[in-house]
């Protein structure tokens, strides 16, 4: 169950670094219209050394710039999000009539990470009750 967790934070710490990828796109597409409007002065300024290129596996809590903090809990409402997206697609999905779509390799990850937490939630419960149940029983020891 660990590794599975970790490759979910894996997959979100991945979506999370597009994200930023594309927000860091979209800023230097901003910096190019302001280049043409400011003075020489301003521009001079050196941004490679405040923003470093993000690559593939940079850990974003570990940037000094721009400051990230990723928690379990975003990481937790992250998934909760993603898997309510999916089940909302999947549902739209079975719904229509006469459409056959295709699984791509997202939607095939996410549905085994659905299963796997439905199955440890299954587990989690089934362990709780065994607990419950052998806290109710009279113990022979006090006999």
């Known amino acids: 169950m660990h590794q599975q967790s970790c490759m979910v934070i894996l997959g979100l710490n991945n979506e999370l670094l597009k994200?930023?990828?594309?927000?860091?796109?979209?800023n230097n597409d901003c910096m190019?219209?302001?280049?043409?409007?400011t003075n020489i002065e301003a521009n001079d300024t050196n941004q490679d050394?405040?923003?470093?290129?993000l690559k593939k596996g940079t850990l974003l809590n570990s940037l000094q710039s721009p400051i990230f903090?990723?928690?379990?809990?975003?990481?937790?409402d992250r998934y909760?999000?993603?898997?309510?997206?999916y089940k909302k697609k999947v549902k739209e999905?079975?719904?229509a009539s006469g459409i056959s779509c295709e699984e791509n390799e997202v939607d095939i990850g996410m549905n085994e990470i659905v299963s796997l937490f439905y199955e440890a939630g299954i587990e989690?419960?089934?362990?709780?009750?065994?607990?419950?149940?052998?806290r109710k029983k009279p113990s022979k020891h006090l006999k």
């Not at 050394?49 to 290129?53: R, S």
């Not at 903090?69 to 937790?76: A, K």
């Not at 989690?124 to 052998?134: F, G, I, T």
């Open 124 to 134: 989690h419960e089934r362990v709780a009750a065994e607990k419950k149940n052998l």
């Open 80 to 85: 909760a999000l993603l898997e309510k997206k």
């Open 19 to 26: 994200d930023v990828l594309e927000q860091e796109e979209s």
């Open 93 to 95: 999905e079975t719904l």
């Open 49 to 53: 050394d405040e923003y470093p290129e």
């Open 69 to 76: 903090r990723v928690t379990q809990r975003y990481v937790h």
């Open 32 to 37: 190019e219209d302001l280049d043409d409007i």
